[in-house]
Structure formats: C-alpha cells, structure tokens
T-cell receptor, first 116, second 113 residues
Framework: GAVVSQHPSRVICKSGTSVKIECRSLDFQATTMFWYRQFPKKSLMLMATSNEGSKATYEQGVEKDKFLINHASLTLSTLTVTSAHPEDSSFYIC????????????FGPGTRLTVL | AQSVTQLDSHVSVSEGTPVLLRCNYSSSYSPSLFWYVQHPNKGLQLLLKYTSAATLVKGINGFEAEFKKSETSFHLTKPSAHMSDAAEYFCVVSPYNNNDMRFGAGTRLTVKP
C-alpha cells in the first residue's frame, strides 16, 4: 500500500511553454502532498506543501506564480511550471503522507523536466 | 530548527565489505529519522525509519541504523555490500507529526567489484 505515481516521467518542452506534472496517491487518500525539486547530484529541496481544497504553502524563495500547485481532490495534486525556462530544468518529485501513519512521506518516482 | 548533516558526500567500498554512511542531526523536538535510497533517475525508496521505539532499526536489504541521542547520530550500516547497493542515500529528519522533512545533502555509495 501507499503508492504514489507521477505523470509524465519525463518531459521535454520549449522555452516559454507551460508544463503540468501530476501526482496521484493510488491506494490512499492524501490530504497533504509535497513537491520537491532536485538538481543534478544534489539533495531534495522542498518547494511547497499542497493541501486538498486550499492554497498551497510555498517555501521561501519559491515563486508561487511560476510554480502553480492545485490539489483539487484527495488523490491528485498538480504542479504547473508556467513559462518554463532552461533554468527550470530539474527533477521534480512529489510525496504524500498517509493519514494516521505519522509523518512518513511516500514518494513518487519523479518527473524529469528538460526545457530547451 | 532541525537539520541533517551527512558527513561524507561519497563513500566507496568493495563488494562484500561493510558499509557505513554517517548522519548527524539537529532537532528541537523528539525527531523521527529516516534513510532513503535513490537509484539513478528514480524516486526515493524508504530503507528504514526511527520513530522513538527501538534505537536499533532494521530496514530492507540488510541495512540497519542506530539512533544515538547522546551523539545525535543515526548512522546507516550494512555488513556486506552488494553491487546493487550503489546509489545515493539520504538521511532525513522530521519532528514527529510535523510536515517538515529536512534532507541531508546525500551520500553517493560506490561499490567496487
């Protein structure tokens, strides 16, 4: 149990376009999901906490207008990178907490975004 | 405030020899501690976690870690390395029942034949 999926696994886009990444909890309902960014050979950086039915909470330094997060249902959160630029190229990973199982987070497989 | 320091950015061992990946933490609360493994271009897989129960925690694939409060450490060990253990390992700290998970910088484990 506690499986988290992401789609797409890999995306290449042109500079200036927007890209949407989906994060789904497959076998549980997740009121809270998290979005991380990972640069090559670096650790994970928390970007934002996504709460079902309310606005996301962004970490300091993360542009909320650049990285739009929507958590419209208990099993789906989306991250949209708007007007993407090459510096947005990165590995984006989402995670979710299982209710009543403490603070362990279950991670998706990640999405590799390349902006040309 | 909470933070994690992984003392080695890269560890190289020979197959069949012991593995030691070091992690020190800082936390204002009674922490939960985790070790995750990440293979190239893959998501993270939980190896083991400590949540204020037994201080010696056994995980998957023969890994274990010991929580030492006096040393604020949570080092990851394995008696005998396998080629498939080559990956990036992250130590993570989180106050119990708190959203905040803080990742260490990661340790890249190389296993030589």
């Amino acid at each position: 149990g506690a499986v988290v999926s992401q789609h797409p696994s890999r995306v290449i886009c042109k500079s200036g376009t927007s890209v949407k990444i989906e994060c789904r909890s497959l076998d549980f309902q997740a009121t809270t999901m998290f979005w991380y960014r990972q640069f090559p050979k670096k650790s994970l950086m928390l970007m934002a906490t996504s709460n079902e039915g309310s606005k996301a909470t962004y970490e300091q330094g993360v542009e909320k207008d650049k990285f739009l997060i929507n958590h419209a249902s208990l099993t789906l959160s989306t991250l949209t990178v708007t007007s993407a630029h090459p510096e947005d190229s990165s590995f984006y990973i989402c995670s979710a907490r299982v209710p009543r199982r403490g603070n362990e987070q279950f991670f998706g497989p990640g999405t590799r975004l390349t902006v040309l | 405030a909470q933070s994690v320091t992984q003392l080695d950015s890269h560890v190289s061992v020979s197959e069949g020899t012991p593995v030691l990946l070091r992690c020190n933490y800082s936390s204002s609360y009674s922490p939960s501690l985790f070790w995750y493994v990440q293979h190239p271009n893959k998501g993270l897989q939980l190896l083991l976690k400590y949540t204020s129960a037994a201080t010696l925690v056994k995980g998957i694939n023969g890994f274990e870690a010991e929580f030492k409060k006096s040393e604020t450490s949570f080092h990851l060990t394995k008696p005998s390395a396998h080629m498939s253990d080559a990956a990036e390992y992250f130590c993570v700290v989180s106050p119990y029942n708190n959203n905040d998970m803080r990742f260490g910088a990661g340790t890249r484990l190389t296993v030589k034949p």
